[in-house]
């Protein structure tokens, strides 16, 4: 199991950029899809972005394309959510997870394997 840990949130102004990360520990990093959720305050946690093993494919929310990007350094064991032109409805605290495949992310019910302590991100008007 991969054990996950987020940094880069904060306090940002409308319109203004964050990149987030999440560092793996261990060696089996790259045998897992990895990709974030988040969940704002009174609201159900929701799917934002994932991407595959090998990096090459990724999986964004509707709402969120153009403006979020997910990657992922294989040599650092990090995945990363860059976010830009944000907005105070991006508000809320930010999970990294490691899961078997895209899919697993997108589903009613995602079952990740490992699961981050969360970033909060604030996004000021």
């Known amino acids: 199991q991969v054990q996950l840990v987020e940094s880069g949130g904060g306090l940002v102004q409308t319109g203004g950029s964050l990149r987030l990360s999440c560092a793996a520990s261990?060696?089996?990093?790259?045998?897992?899809?990895m990709g974030w959720f988040r969940q704002a305050p009174g609201k159900e946690r929701e799917f934002v972005a994932a991407i595959n093993r090998g990096g090459y494919s990724t999986y964004a929310t509707d709402s969120l394309k153009g403006r979020f990007t997910i990657s992922r350094d294989t040599a650092k064991n990090t995945v990363y959510l860059q976010m830009n032109s944000l907005k105070p409805e991006d508000t809320a605290v930010y999970y990294c997870a490691a899961g078997a495949s895209i899919v697993a992310f997108t589903t009613t019910t995602p079952t990740m394997s490992s699961w981050g302590q969360g970033t909060q991100v604030t996004v000021s008007s």
């Open positions: 261990g060696r089996t990093f790259s045998s897992y899809a």
